[in-house]
């Protein structure tokens, strides 16, 4: 089955750059969707096909996907943005797909 | 603004059945896709399954094919998943997304999530 990859785990100072990375062999043909969850919340959505940001979404996050990785950046990360993220995406029946989730870690 | 109310949840009995649904509020129902998407204890996001805005396409995560249906009525402005044979692996929050993209043939990301139900699957 097809399966999309993250790493466990990133950490960063606040301030610094955090790049969290989604891998997947159907990413070149399908867009990739990436939330934010915070413990005991529901996931929100913070970018949409590959590098769109929703309303209401601070412009430190962006997206960026090539080849068969996606990317979330998060500029200047704050405190605030610790949180599980999850890239999403679909494979070739269109059935939906998560990656295993990224611990983001900030301090 | 999008609102998405699930309820039904509780405990059942392996082998059990149980029906969530999701009330629905804030958009044009009937013009966008919906999505189950769960969450076992403590681990990550699990794609469940995904219906068309008409009700006339459906697809399965492998682990729910066969034992779990998703359905929805638009009149109601309601979404629904029947569990059937059910597993203690499916303990988890079941939560009910909108699909980003209107009128759309197939399910694609999701933008609005409820805050979910708790199903727990034990003896």
């Not at chain 1, 100072?13 to 990375?21: E, K, L, V």
Request: some cysteine; glycine content about 12%.
């Amino acid at each position: 089955s097809y399966e999309l990859t993250q790493p466990p785990s990133v950490s960063v100072s606040p301030g610094q750059t955090a790049r969290i990375t989604c891998s997947g062999d159907a990413l070149p043909k399908k867009y990739a969707y990436w939330y934010q969850q915070k413990s005991g919340q529901a996931p929100v959505l913070v970018i949409y096909e590959d590098s769109k940001r929703p309303s209401g979404i601070p412009e430190r996050f962006s997206g960026s996907s090539s080849g068969t990785m996606a990317t979330l950046t998060i500029s200047g990360a704050q405190v605030e943005d610790e949180a599980d993220y999850y890239c999403y995406s679909t494979d070739s029946s269109a059935n939906g797909v998560f990656g295993g989730g990224t611990k983001l870690t900030v301090l | 603004q999008v609102h998405l109310v699930e309820s039904g949840g509780g405990v059942v009995q392996p082998g059990g059945s149980l029906r969530v649904s999701c009330a629905a509020s804030g958009f044009t129902f009937n013009s966008y896709g919906m999505h189950w998407v769960r969450q076992a204890p403590g681990k990550g996001l699990e794609w469940v399954a995904f219906i068309r805005y008409d009700g006339s396409y459906t697809c399965y995560a492998d682990s729910v094919k066969g034992r779990f249906t998703i359905s929805r009525d638009n009149s109601k402005n309601t979404l629904y998943l029947q569990m059937n044979s059910l597993r203690p692996e499916d303990t988890a929050v079941y939560y009910c997304a909108k699909d980003v993209v209107g009128l759309a043939d197939t399910g694609g990301g999701v933008d609005y999530w409820g805050q979910g139900t708790l199903v727990t699957v034990s003896s």
